[in-house]
Nanobody, 123 residues
Framework: QAQLVESGGGLVQAGGSLRLSCADS????????MGWFRQAPGKEREFVAA????????NYADSAKGRFTISRDTAKNTVYLQMNSLKPEDTAVYYC????????????????WGQGTQVTVSS
């Protein structure tokens, strides 16, 4: 079972960068695909990026392509989301999900979720 803790959120100006981390203290980190989703106030949770269990395959939302990079370090049981060229519309709570068989963009594909980390981008 995955136990996920996100970190790295904060306040940044437009055009800046942040790196989010998601540490999995569960025993089966390498078995799952993992993903990042986000939820802005008044909006549904939306897909951002996902990565396969081995790290070779990735999947990105159109809004993230070219700006965000997802990666994972199996030795540290951690998945990262490097976010560059941030925009005010990226402001949201970012959630890490685990448990999918593939790097899916579908929310229901993930069984485990972290508590989220706030990202705020000022204009």
């Amino acid at each position: 079972q995955a136990q996920l803790v996100e970190s790295g959120g904060g306040l940044v100006q437009a055009g800046g960068s942040l790196r989010l981390s998601c540490a999995d203290s569960g025993r089966t980190f390498s078995v799952y695909a993992m993903g990042w989703f986000r939820q802005a106030p008044g909006k549904e949770r939306e897909f951002v990026a996902a990565i396969s269990w081995g790290g070779r395959n990735t999947n990105y939302a159109d809004s993230a392509k070219g700006r965000f990079t997802i990666s994972r370090d199996t030795a540290k049981n951690t998945v990262y989301l490097q976010m560059n060229s941030l925009k005010p519309e990226d402001t949201a709570v970012y959630y890490c999900g685990a448990g999918a068989q593939l790097p899916s963009s579908r929310y229901g594909a993930y069984d485990y979720w972290g508590q989220g980390t706030q990202v705020t981008v000022s204009s």
